[in-house]
């Protein structure tokens, strides 16, 4: 089975910016919030203050993954001329998506050198309230004036919009909003990361935002949809059930294998990332091309 990893990560070092102020690389691996804490943000195998595209490639190799997409944040930093070096070096492995703060004074041409120079077809919104659009302003509709601002600049350009809206119950989980949002741009494919967030316990919810967002130009990615069910471990019966109801809200077909590797591989194995969904039960053998290759390579790679 042919496999695109939907949403990962590299970054030449961490250059953070999230609710516990900034975030930067310290060695092997590990990152420190200006709020002093430490984390071990990737495996030391990885890199030292950053994953090169050759250390995700390594990666994805050792997992029979032939291509991946690479999206960015808050989290790791914003590092739009490294993403686009590494898709100009490797054309037949990756593709990307650029990011801007829509906040920012010069966005015009901000946007100008994303996408009329660089060439980028897709654009990231972060917007959570960790390490998003929202961790460090007052929370910003998404139905409102500054983001369909961007909307639009995606809809005029051809742009396929990739957002991250956090986790359930916090003021950037605007399921209502992204509602509203799809159906004035129905030329605009929509994709929606880490199937929304849910965590243990958030089923109901799920099914209802799901039960939202059936439009034909709306699409998720599941990446971190295991990591999210913590401290629950491989096999990730909680993630199952929330593919489970996925499929039978959305279709098999709207959905889109992705790790967010390289945090994810910090706690557990890209192959268990991999193999939970497979081993799952939930898919049929040609669900499962869709899942892992078929859909992304539509949305992304066409």
Not at 33 to 41: C, D, H, L, S, V
Not at 235 to 245: F, I, S
């Amino acid at each position: 089975m042919k496999i695109i990893d939907a949403h990962a990560h590299i970054a030449p070092y961490i250059a953070g910016f999230t609710s516990r102020g900034e975030l930067r690389g310290i060695g092997k691996g590990k990152a420190q919030y200006a709020t002093g804490e430490i984390f071990q943000m990737f495996p030391e195998s990885l890199g030292d203050i950053g994953v090169s595209p050759e250390s995700l490639l390594k990666v994805m190799d050792e997992n029979g993954v032939e291509k991946a997409v690479l999206l960015q944040g808050n989290f790791l930093g914003f590092h739009n001329e490294y993403i686009y070096e590494a898709i100009k070096k490797y054309p037949s492995r990756f593709t990307g998506a650029a990011t801007y703060d829509p906040f920012c004074i010069n966005v015009t041409e901000i946007r100008k050198r994303l996408f009329d120079d660089l060439k980028f077809k897709a654009v990231k919104f972060e917007l959570s309230t960790g390490s998003g659009l929202m961790a460090n302003r007052p929370p910003v509709p998404l139905d409102g004036d500054v983001m369909d601002e961007c909307f639009a600049h995606a809809d005029k350009n051809g742009l396929t919009v990739v957002m991250d809206i956090g986790r359930p119950n916090n003021p950037c989980w605007q399921v209502d909003a992204v509602a509203k949002v799809v159906k004035r741009y129905p030329a605009v494919n929509f994709v929606l990361c880490h199937l929304l967030s849910p965590k243990n316990g958030d089923s109901e919810i799920l099914k209802s935002a799901l039960g939202k967002l059936v439009r034909d130009n709306v699409y998720f990615d599941v990446s971190s949809l295991a990591s999210n069910q913590k401290p629950e471990g491989y096999p990730y019966p909680t993630a199952v059930e929330h593919l489970k109801n996925a499929k039978k809200t959305v279709g098999a077909d709207r959905l889109m294998f992705g790790t967010d590797a390289p945090s994810t591989l910090a706690r557990d194995s890209y192959a268990h990332l991999k193999d939970y969904i497979i081993q799952g039960g939930i898919f049929t053998a040609e669900e499962l091309e869709d899942v892992f290759y078929n859909t992304a390579e539509k949305i992304y790679f066409n």
